[in-house]
Every structure is written in structure tokens, then in C-alpha cells.
């Protein structure tokens, strides 16, 4: 038999190693790893950490949502106008208060707070957070996720916040990931340096290494895209949208866009939410939602546009600003780019 020459195919010396970790606890791999973070070593660690207990429980918050009256609309809007449910507003409480605790993040940008959180400390890192994304999901029982980006202040810590602390482009995160409340709990997470995936165990109260080093399928055969809001698109999303049925590719769509976008990221596919002839910008919010999972995608050799430029350059006006968003596997999004 022949044997493969290919050297793009063989593991690096980097990925075999992270691969040897499957099983380690979060916490292990976070120290284990310390050193691929270009700053202070422990600063990154306790944030994650705080994430991690943070979205721990709301994980136990969102698994109780069934048994008892957390579910259901508080009455009130956030500043987009969407009803905000209890558990959106509890998670938002949650990560605050955890984010709030550790003392290394200044700032919170959330999609449940109309102008950024100042937390009043000397914390070198800003955060956008989604605490609790999939709303519409939330009563019924369906996957919902968390999103988070972090970038470094670059004003003096201690000194009051500047707008260029804030107004940070996603190209300046230095870390990112989702937490994803489905069939079992996951943390992915990347600080630059590939994809990793943790899966919960809940009897142990611990994270566990359980995806190595993912990459993402450069093809794949799964669109993703409200296809109720057709009437709305362009005509290139509609003649995308054809060129995917003519390929018998299979549609599949949640409306939680961390549980679509990692079945994309496992399996191969792309996600899309164009702007629309109702909201010219799209419906997701650049900060909070797609920043964070067009780094993921691209340390997993994927890819994340808004149709016209790679997502990570868009300039930031905005703290809730909107933006189409096209994100998954790298062939299809430069499919998708050729209409
Ligand atoms: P949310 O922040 O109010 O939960 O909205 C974001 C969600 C995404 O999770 C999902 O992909 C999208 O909105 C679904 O929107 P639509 O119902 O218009 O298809
Ligand atoms: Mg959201």
C-alpha cells in the first residue's frame, strides 16, 4: 500500500498533544495551556473559570426551568424590543455577578443592558456577553446557549472607561466561546490557538476535555436559514437557497444559532441570517452573537462574512448594531459569497 505524502493531513505536534488531554477537567487544561495566552497567565484562566461556574448554573437553572415558575415572559423589552424571558434575565445575573466576583473583567457589554455594565474595578478585560441566546427556544424545551467575546481594555486599568475600550473590533478578541444548554452541556472555547470542546458531567460538577483541537468539515451539505422569512431576501440568498435544494442538501434550523451553528461546526454546513428587505442589517447583533463564533469558525478553518466582508473587520458603531451573518463551513460560505 501506498503511503500518503500528504503532510497537511498529519497531526501537528501542537494537536497530538491536545488530542493526549482528552478527559482533563477544564480547570487542568485551562493551566496546562497557560501559556499559549500572550498576557499575564492567570488573569485569562480565573475569567474562564468564572465562565465556567457562571454557566454551571445557569445550566442547573435551565434544567429546572420545567419543574418550577422560572419560565414565561417577564412583561418587560430589552432595547431591541424582544419580550425578555426570566431565565434570559437570571442568566444575565448570573454572569454578571460571576464576571462581577473574579475581578478581572471592567466591562460587560450584554444584550440584556441598553449601555455597557461599568463593574468599577482594575480588571484588564472587557466582555460582550449573550447570557442566555435562542429566546424564542426557551419555553419550549429546545436547545439555548451562551456567547461570549473578550477583549483587553486598552485605556490603563483603573482609569475610567473610554469608548476604544468598548468599541473593540472582532479581530481584537483574544478569546471567545459558546456554552450550549442542549442533550448534554458543552464549553468550546478558543484563546487563538485552535477550537476546544468541554462536555459537563453533572454528577461531578466538572467540565471535561471532550472535543480535541475541533476543526470544522471544509464542506458540507447542512443550510441553515429561516426559510419562512424567504419573502424578505435577496435574490441571490433566494438563488443560494435553490443551488442547496438542487444539491439535495438538508435544511435544518433551530433558531438557537449556538446549537446550529455547532451542529454545523461537528457536521459540516453553513448558517446564514441575511439582512432582509424588514431589517436591512440582518437580525444579529455583530458584539455579542456573531464576533464570537466568526473566531471560533475561523480557528476551525471555517468562515464568517456579512456578505461582503470578513466578519471580524466590521467596524464597530454600536453596541447592539446588527449585521448579516454567513458562517460555517469554508467551501459553502465561498459558495454562498459567489451569488
Ligand atoms: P435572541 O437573541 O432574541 O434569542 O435572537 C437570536 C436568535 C438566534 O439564536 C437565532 O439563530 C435567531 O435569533 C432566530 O431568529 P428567527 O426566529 O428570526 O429565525
Ligand atoms: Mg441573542
New binding site residues.
Given amino acids: 500500500m501506498q503511503r500518503s505524502t500528504n503532510k497537511t493531513n498529519a497531526p501537528s505536534i501542537e494537536s497530538s498533544r491536545i488530542a493526549q488531554s482528552i478527559g482533563s477537567a477544564l480547570d487542568r487544561f485551562i493551566k496546562n495551556n497557560q501559556n499559549q495566552f500572550q498576557y499575564a497567565s492567570g488573569e485569562l484562566s480565573q475569567l474562564l473559570r468564572d465562565i465556567a461556574l457562571a454557566s454551571k448554573v445557569v445550566n442547573r437553572e435551565v434544567n429546572k426551568a420545567g419543574l418550577i415558575d422560572i419560565m414565561g415572559p417577564m412583561g418587560t423589552q430589552n432595547l431591541g424590543g424582544?419580550h425578555q424571558q426570566k431565565l434570559d434575565v437570571l442568566a444575565n445575573i448570573r454572569f454578571t455577578r460571576a464576571l462581577a466576583k473574579g475581578g478581572e473583567v471592567c466591562a460587560l457589554i450584554s444584550?440584556e443592558s441598553d449601555s455597557f455594565v461599568d463593574l468599577n474595578n482594575e480588571g484588564k478585560y472587557v466582555i460582550a456577553i449573550?447570557p442566555l441566546?435562542?429566546?424564542?427556544n426557551i419555553d419550549v424545551n429546545v436547545s439555548i446557549g451562551t456567547i461570549f467575546s473578550i477583549y483587553r481594555r486598552k485605556t490603563q486599568p483603573g482609569t475610567p472607561i473610554q469608548s476604544i475600550d468598548i468599541l473593540q473590533k472582532g479581530s481584537e478578541q483574544v478569546a471567545a466561546g459558546y456554552v450550549l444548554y442542549g442533550s448534554s452541556t458543552m464549553l468550546v472555547y478558543t484563546t487563538g490557538h485552535g477550537v476546544n470542546g468541554f462536555t459537563y458531567e453533572p454528577s461531578l460538577g466538572e467540565y471535561f476535555l471532550s472535543h480535541p483541537d475541533l476543526k470544522m468539515p471544509e464542506g458540507g451539505k447542512i443550510y441553515s436559514i429561516?426559510e419562512g422569512?424567504s419573502n424578505a431576501f435577496s435574490k441571490p440568498v433566494l438563488d443560494y437557497i435553490q443551488y442547496c435544494k438542487s444539491q439535495n442538501y438538508t435544511a435544518r434550523y433551530i433558531?438557537?444559532?449556538v446549537a446550529?451553528f455547532h451542529r454545523n461546526m461537528l457536521k459540516g454546513g453553513i448558517y446564514i441570517?441575511p439582512a432582509t428587505s424588514k431589517d436591512g442589517s440582518g437580525?444579529?447583533r455583530l458584539m455579542y452573537?456573531c464576533n464570537a463564533l466568526a473566531f471560533i469558525s475561523e480557528q476551525a478553518d471555517g468562515m464568517a462574512t456579512d456578505g461582503k466582508q470578513r466578519i471580524l473587520d466590521v467596524e464597530i458603531k454600536d453596541l447592539h448594531q446588527r449585521t448579516a451573518f454567513y458562517v460555517g463551513s469554508k467551501k459553502m460560505v465561498e459558495k454562498a459569497m459567489s451569488y
Avoid at 441566546?133 to 424564542?136: A, L, V, W, Y
Fill in positions: 424582544d444584550e449573550d441566546d435562542g429566546s424564542s429561516n422569512l433558531g438557537s444559532l446550529d441570517y437580525k444579529l452573537e
